[in-house]
């Protein structure tokens, strides 16, 4: 062994899909590359006063719920990170860190429901982000693990079949028309990603160019070939975007077909615009709608606050019951399509506020009820969460895809008169370390 090399025991797995072992003297090692019981010799990355990161160079001890990946980028490719591990024993690990969070940060055990589960452990993306890499051969691919360097993909086994049919047709047309792909590091060229949009229950697919400048000469001729070849392809759109450090975002025009892709949840139908966010898992989705609705026990004469409210998934399931619901979002692009959705859904019993949640937050003060929120992956932060303990609703529910900021946020209304009822974890992202979370919580009596 070389000096930056242990031989260690993995204890159990936490947050970041990380192996927890501890060297002789105690000190915190975090594995990637490894799960609970296994026996590895490490190569360590970095190092902190109490804490190392390492990377699993060889597996001496393998867990017996190893398997082989069906994915031949795994390993390579940074888009998932459990393919290696049977789905059932996905499933508990990421219960098990869920439990390891709230352990942690509150020094109890809280009531931790068992995990929902997805109905497909593979194919079930809503959207696929490819970067556009240049070559003789245009090719589209992903981020290496740990690297800003990409991957070529010619399919990818979380993506739907209509999404990698999409990734197997478009590299030859792009490098038969001589479309320029962006160069990151000396910032010329003009494509940067192909984003696929898939909705499930309308079998629709919407294929987006992400481009550095708002001309796209070929982008008419491209779709035009493209929708020989796939014909079944709803939407092309053109995205604009002048920023490197963003994906999906800015002005777009449409190349064909409508700006919208259409998914349908039980009886309600929602209009997904290009840049704006939905759930990336549908079948997960549709549980965790029925769950937080389910979890606020309506009785109709309730106001409720849904924050960070996109296109307004969740606040039309629950204004089908509630007296008034108000959303908030910072998408001005979600906003409009949640107000189209409402409308498409006669709900006139809700509106949609567009600006940043902290600032509404802070000039609103009329009743609440109930108060939902699904913020980004950063989490909500303690102004927003004081400032909803302002508003006092006897009722909250937290969505969140992170749980390290979900149990921070909520160490915040645990200080105050909430006490947390139950938490529900959600496998939205099979072969990956993410899991989606509901928090249920309550206004305590005093």
Not at 292 to 302: C, Q, T
Not at 319 to 346: D, Q
Not at 348 to 367: A, I, M, Q, S, T
Not at 409 to 431: A, G, H, R
Request: glycine share 6%; proline share 4%.
């Amino acid at each position: 062994m070389r000096d930056n090399e242990i031989l260690l025991k993995v204890e159990k797995a936490v947050n970041g899909g990380y192996g927890l072992s501890r060297t002789e003297d105690g000190k915190v090692v975090l594995i990637e590359g490894a799960y609970p019981g296994e026996e590895v010799l490490v190569r360590v990355k970095r190092e902190k006063k109490d804490l190392i990161f390492a990377t699993a160079l060889r597996v001496l001890k393998p867990s017996p719920f190893r398997r082989e990946p069906k994915c031949k980028y795994f390993g390579k490719c940074g888009g998932c990170q459990f393919m290696n591990l049977n789905y059932e024993e996905q499933l508990k690990v990421k219960e098990s860190i869920v439990r390891e969070a709230f352990r942690r940060s509150f020094g109890r055990d809280l009531d931790i429901r068992e995990i929902v589960p997805s109905d497909g452990e593979y194919g079930y993306r809503t959207k696929i982000e490819l970067t556009a890499i240049s070559g003789r051969r245009i090719k589209l691919g992903m981020r290496m693990k740990n690297s800003h360097e990409l991957v070529p993909i010619e399919r990818c086994e979380v993506a739907p079949k209509r999404a990698n049919e999409v990734i197997q047709t478009l590299p030859d047309i792009l490098t038969a028309l001589k479309v320029p792909a962006y160069n990151f590091s000396r910032r010329e060229g003009v494509l940067k990603h192909v984003i696929i949009r898939y909705a499930f229950s309308t079998d629709q697919t919407m294929v987006i160019f992400v481009t550095k400048t708002e001309s796209f000469k070929w982008g008419k001729l491209v779709s035009k070939i493209l929708l020989r070849n796939l014909p079944w392809i709803h939407s092309v759109i053109q995205v604009m975007n002048f920023r490197d450090d963003v994906v999906l975002r800015g002005p777009y025009k449409t190349l064909h077909g409508e700006g919208v892709i259409t998914e349908t949840f039980d009886w309600e139908e929602f209009q997904i615009p290009p840049t704006a966010f939905f759930q990336s898992n549908y079948n997960v989705a549709r549980k965790l709608m029925n769950a937080v609705f389910d979890s606020l026990n309506l009785k109709g004469n309730e106001v409720v606050l849904d924050l960070y409210s996109g296109v307004g998934l969740l606040s039309l399931r629950i204004s089908s019951v509630a007296k008034r619901v108000i959303g908030v979002e910072k998408s001005r692009v979600a906003v409009k399509a949640a107000k189209a959705n409402a409308n498409i859904n006669g709900r006139r019993n809700v509106r949609f506020l567009e600006g940043d949640v902290l600032k509404v937050l802070k000039g609103y003060d009329d009743k609440v009820d109930v108060v939902v929120l699904d913020p980004p992956r950063s989490g909500a932060g303690k102004k927003v969460m004081k400032e909803i303990v302002r508003l006092g609703p006897r009722k909250i529910v937290y969505v969140s895809c992170e749980p390290s900021t979900l149990v921070r946020d909520l160490k915040v209304l645990e200080s105050t008169e909430y006490s947390i009822e139950f938490v529900k974890p959600f496998d939205m992202f099979p072969q990956t370390f993410h899991v989606e979370n509901m928090a249920v919580l309550k206004k305590v009596d005093t």
